[in-house]
């Protein structure tokens, strides 16, 4: 493969999009390209974290495990990167990384990603955008959780799930995860989806979702959806 190809695979991600062709080049020795498997744990919390996963295709959502269950505490896909402790200063995974949507990631060695951004200032620079992208995105998501509907938030979560899964209009997802996801009991989300149905939003039989009118979707999440949208195209610009 040219390395003009790689690169232009490997610019699937925004994240590795933001930089240069020469530093990219740097990096692509250490790359291993991986499949995203539904259901497959990438990390899990507290453990020594070894790779880091940039997604070309897919979502991981990154799970926080409480006594009373567990739930997603964001959703990431081609717009970022699995392992952002790594740009902290940690070691270890801070959540579950569980991947929801098929697709496949490029993953690199912590270790030799830290030696890459401890030489090159624009991958230190870029890890800490996307850093700043993820807090900002972390914060109105509580805000979301407190004030938001489950209509409101379960149009949010499908409509970021297909913008950052690289997937066409239909994806499968059950109801049970698309709960987890959302951190209700299923009955909720079950309402939900017959709501988002009946307006004609969505299609929904025997665990696959199809996204049947974008912008009535768009009109029915929570403003929170527009918000971290504008902030991810401000922050790392789509190439
Ligand atoms: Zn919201």
Redesign the pocket.
Same mark, same amino acid.
Not at 221 to 225: G, I, L, S
């Given at each position: 493969m040219s390395s003009d190809t790689r690169n232009s695979l490997l610019r699937q991600n925004r994240v590795l999009a933001s930089l240069a062709d020469r530093t990219l080049d740097q990096l692509a020795p250490h790359l291993e390209t991986v499949p995203l498997v539904p259901r497959n744990v990438l990390c899990e919390a507290g453990e020594r974290l070894e790779f880091v996963h940039f997604p070309l295709a897919g979502v991981v959502c990154l799970m926080a495990s409480l006594r009373e269950g567990i739930a997603e505490t964001a959703a990431v896909g081609a717009e970022g990167f699995i392992g952002l402790e790594c740009a902290l200063g940690g070691d270890s995974a801070l959540s579950r990384a569980l991947v929801q949507l098929p697709g496949s990631a490029v993953r690199m060695p912590l270790e030799a990603l830290r030696a890459l951004a401890a030489r090159h200032e624009d991958v230190r620079h870029v890890l800490l955008r996307y850093v700043r992208f993820f807090v900002i995105q972390a914060l109105?998501?509580v805000? @979301?959780?407190s004030?938001?509907s489950v209509d /409101?938030?379960c149009a949010?979560w499908l409509l970021t799930a297909h913008d950052r899964s690289g997937l066409a209009q239909s994806f499968p997802l059950t109801q049970e995860f698309l709960a987890e996801m959302l951190g209700v009991h299923r009955p909720s989300v079950t309402i939900a989806a017959r709501t988002l149905q009946r307006a004609g939003l969505i299609r929904y039989s025997r665990g696959i979702i199809v996204i049947t009118d974008r912008e009535g979707l768009e009109e029915a999440? @929570? /403003? @929170?959806?527009g918000v971290i949208r504008r902030a991810l195209d401000e922050i790392l610009p789509a190439h």
């Open positions: 109105q998501s805000a @979301c959780n004030l938001h /409101e938030r949010k999440a @929570c /403003e @929170c959806y």
